[in-house]
């Protein structure tokens, strides 16, 4: 069946006051490797769909992935059964009306196209590149399309149909590991020759690494690190929600200038440096939101229940999915660091001493309120000295807070990098800071 049958089938079978539809396919390949060999390819096709009732002010949510009528109609009945369960919320105005959606293409036929053998190529110039090192390369290659469909029996209709392209590795000696990744929308999104050549410098520079003592150090930050501080901020305050429960970083600081003034971010669906799409899950149009400007803290995300909360404030097309048990509110999900005028060389010759960071680990929030995080650095951390790389040192555990590591911000790479998780999607450069505080070696 169709989307736009699939809407009609269920909206027809509702008995609620109002109705909403989300549908998503995903039709996406996977090929994994591990020491310097394929051993997986597999695919995966799917529907979920999920229905949102409404009676009166209450809200039910069911999710199924059987699309025949019976099914649907089942799934229509349950959610109505679930809506009248729920208590009244009085902050819940209904589900939104149709507004204009902007398009954008985000669809390349190549990666929609892309068969196993061409990831397996792909894939093989990595290991090729790390077995003539003597090293051990794993990691995985991803291509596919996905299709997220909307609808709601107050006239909101949005389809839109994607690609998606990404690849990662890790490049391991017997005392070191390196990492790459890269994603996007097209496939030559990912080079894998560029990939494998970036992740078997890291873990050549990275052998026999040493200890290095806990304490406060200026770090140059590859992208891979600048995206965790990105999505650590996303979810410690970047949402409506979490202002309006009053547990955002972003409390008492709009319109404050708390970060260098070089630091710019903001969430954009419809940049196609990114992976775009034009809409949310509630089918809303999605709006570019600056939420720092020149280190200013301007704004936030919202969806059209925190938008109906707040007195004159518009939803921003940042929904998230319909979920019986998530209730997150509002989010990112394509999150911009704008560029800036240096490059990792330029970073490193400027250092005195300090540490070159590929990426971090294991990230969890101490404190939202300051986003105070720890977590480890990983697959290649290095000592600068004078500015030139004076060899590797182990993974580091740190305990910092994000926004004043960016309020010391020195420097931010020209170029750009976009890298997803299942979270979201950065388009991010390079940053050096002044301080970040590490608290020792992991073991």
Known sequence: MTFKEIAHAIMAESPADETEVVCRRRDESLTRFANNHIHQNVTETNHEIAVRCVSGSRCGIAVSNIVHPDGLRKLAQLAFDLAKQQPENPDFKGLPGPALIVETPAFDRFAAECSPAQRANGVGVICRKAAEAGYNAAGSMTTGTTMLGVANSKGVFGQFESTLVDASTVVMSPTSSGWAQASGWKLDSVNCENLAEESVRKARIGENPRDCDPGEYTVILDPYATADLLEMMAMDGMSALAFQEERSWLNGRL??????????????????????????????????????????????????????????????????????????????????????????????????????????????TVHPRDVVVTGMTRDGTFRIRDGEIAGAVKSMRFTQSYLEALADTLAIGSMCRTVRNEYAAFHVPAVKLGRFRFTGATK
Not at 304 to 313: D, E, K, L, V, W
């Open 255 to 364: 319109g404050e200038r708390i970060l260098s003034d070089q630091v710019t971010i903001l969430d954009d669906g419809l940049d196609d440096e990114g992976i775009p799409i034009p809409f949310d899950y509630e089918g809303q149009p999605k709006r570019a939101v600056p939420i720092v400007d020149a280190g200013i803290c301007t704004g936030m995300v919202y969806d059209s229940f925190t938008a109906g909360r707040q007195p004159g404030a518009v939803s921003t097309g940042h929904a998230t999915e319909p979920s019986p048990t998530d209730h997150s509110g509002p989010l990112p999900r394509n999150l911009f660091m704008r560029a800036g005028m240096s490059n990792v060389d330029e970073m490193i010759a400027s250092t005195k001493s300090g540490l070159y960071i590929t990426r971090f680990w294991y990230t969890r």
